[in-house]
């Protein structure tokens, strides 16, 4: 699998690195590959209740440590046909980066950084099922599963980090003009 392509956007759990990748692809018209929407439909699509968020992360994980490189294919594959560019949104995984720059011809790394108080709160803002717990406790269980491990330790390897404010706006006009410059080279 080739892609021309791709923009990889990575940040710990509830830095905003959804939203933001959501809000790119829909402006800009990219497909969006994302690692948690492929384990939902995975849960769907074989009657495995996916209630908790441990249960997805203890999934994904279980993926990338059985075969990393089918598991991204699969994410690919369930995301989209279209690949000269293709914008890639939840990377945890070190190996999964490598992976991904290894079947582009250029890629975007993008880190969205934002601090823990700033997480805490969309986290407990969240209106996601999958996020019953809705404490602190729980917050940091979440932000502790080996899923999460590696994704500090992949800021290091971004072409550009986001300095998460409180304005979304803010936060995307950052992502949009590196991505406009990045594009346009």
């Not at 999934?59 to 914008?87: C, R, W, Y």
């Not at 070190?94 to 720059?101: N, P, Q, V």
């Not at 290894?102 to 099922?129: D, F, P, W």
Request: aromatic share 8%; proline share 3%; with cysteine.
């Amino acid at each position: 699998m080739k892609i021309n392509s791709s923009i990889v956007i990575i940040g710990e759990i509830c830095s905003g690195k959804s939203t933001l990748a959501r809000r790119l692809a829909e402006d800009v018209q990219l497909p969006k590959a994302s690692f948690g929407g492929y384990l939902l439909q995975y849960c769907k699509d074989n009657g495995i209740p996916e209630h908790e968020r441990g249960d997805l992360q203890n999934m994904g994980q279980q993926m990338i440590e059985d075969d990393a490189p089918s598991f991204l294919h699969k994410v690919i594959n369930f995301s989209t046909t279209e690949l000269s560019i293709v914008l890639f949104e939840g990377v945890r995984h070190e190996i999964i980066l490598r992976e991904i720059s290894g079947m582009s011809g250029r890629t975007a790394t993008i880190y969205v950084e934002a601090s823990y108080s700033q997480r805490l709160s969309r986290y407990l803002a969240r209106q996601k099922e999958i996020d019953t717990g809705k404490t602190e406790a729980d917050f940091l269980t979440a932000s502790r599963h080996p899923v999460e491990r590696e994704v500090p330790l992949l800021k290091e390897k971004c072409s550009f980090v986001i300095e998460s404010s409180d304005s979304a706006d803010n936060d995307y006009e950052q992502l949009k003009q590196f991505i406009s410059k990045w594009l346009s080279k």
